[in-house]
């Protein structure tokens, strides 16, 4: 199936959400001859790899709860869309859900995927984890797994896969030094990767203030 994304809608917050809701009707007819424990639901610039503990084991993967959204974490650096004038609280920071890896049953994940119908749904993670509560849906963080956000590099600056121990760090440091980096230098360095601008185009690229 190939559904090509509207231009007016693809981007960093409504993006995942037009995603979801296309692979509803492909997501549902399989449902008719398939079972599955589990959605997964990430980012293609998104990396994620299991959490291991004190010993260097493994922790163990948690199935999901019912009627319960699993994220990779909780933000509190969010402001509330100032334009809002239905929003008693517009403006004001308040607690976001991290759309960066999210796990939950099936019928919760069909839930989610209307949210892209919403017409008030701007996309934010501050109104993903409203649209989650007003949908009866819990938000529960998960411990076994840790993520980190990709941003353009330079291939030939590491060696190996990027979720080893060893590239790990530098894939963190990396999204710090893109936040602080200067618009041109962004510039030149999707130039120098062949990356077209406007895939990367959001208030982190432009040097804005959340």
Wanted: proline share 6%.
């Amino acid at each position: 199936m190939e559904v090509w994304p509207n231009p007016d809608v693809f981007q960093a917050y409504r993006g995942p959400g037009w995603i979801s809701y296309n692979l509803l009707p492909y997501f549902r007819e399989r449902q008719k001859s398939v079972t599955y424990d589990a959605v997964f639901d990430t980012r293609p610039d998104i990396l994620y790899r299991r959490k291991k503990d004190n010993n260097n084991n493994y922790l163990s993967i948690l199935p999901p709860e019912d009627m319960c959204l699993h994220t990779s974490g909780f933000e509190s650096g969010h402001r509330r869309n100032p334009h809002d004038e239905n929003d008693i609280h517009k403006g004001k920071r308040s607690v976001a859900i991290s759309d960066w890896f999210f796990m939950m049953k099936p019928n919760v994940f069909i839930e989610l995927a209307d949210r892209w119908t919403d017409e008030k749904m701007t996309g934010s993670q501050i109104q993903y984890r409203e649209f989650a509560e007003s949908r009866g849906i819990t938000l529960c963080a998960i411990d076994w797994v840790e993520t980190a956000i990709v941003r353009p590099f330079d291939v030939n600056s590491f060696q190996g896969k990027l979720i080893e121990d060893k590239n790990w760090q530098r894939v963190l440091n990396l999204r710090h030094e893109w936040v602080h980096m200067p618009f041109e230098k962004k510039e030149e360095i999707l130039r120098n990767t062949g990356q077209p601008t406007e895939d990367w185009d959001t208030p982190t690229m432009r040097n804005f203030a959340r």
